[in-house]
């Protein structure tokens, strides 16, 4: 219990940290996705490790790995939500100014938080792309 208390302490102050330098600037962007989502993502990924070590007695060693690297892939995975959300809408509607930024928020969230809902939403985009492309192939 005292690895997640240590842990939860100083992930937020890095959250707050990065929050508090970037948040409130005119273009908040890394990497062209906005920083409250990649914050969002982060927060994900973070309760997605608290989630994991309150049922958890004793921890392995290659554990404190994943400890670190949880909350920077769901980062990057919220990331990559965002960016499948904005193409749906540009495809949807033609534009890609996305008026409710919270729902975008919460789905960086559920992507940081959650591996296997990033993975089975890439899933989903590249595997219905590779199946109408084999029927493609076959085809022919």
């Known amino acids: 219990m005292c690895v997640a208390a240590i842990y939860s302490g100083v ?3 890095i959250i707050s940290g990065v929050a508090y330098l970037v948040w409130n600037r ?3 962007r890394i990497m062209y996705v906005p920083v409250p989502i990649l914050v969002w993502a982060f ?3 973070m ?3 608290l989630y994991q070590l309150a049922f958890r007695k004793k921890l392995a060693p290659r554990f404190y790995v994943w400890l670190v690297a949880k909350p920077v892939v769901g980062m990057i995975m919220g990331a ?3 960016f499948i959300a904005v193409s749906g809408e540009l495809a949807l509607n033609g534009k890609a100014q996305i008026q409710n930024i919270e729902l975008l928020n919460v789905l960086a969230f559920l992507g940081g938080f959650s591996d296997r809902y990033s993975v089975d939403l890439l899933n989903r985009i590249t595997g219905g792309a590779s199946v109408s492309r084999a029927k493609e192939d076959t085809r022919e």
């Open 47 to 49: 309760v997605g490790v």
């Open 43 to 45: 927060a994900g990924g």
């Open 26 to 28: 005119p273009d908040s």
């Open 80 to 82: 990559i939500v965002y």
């Open 11 to 13: 992930l937020l102050l």
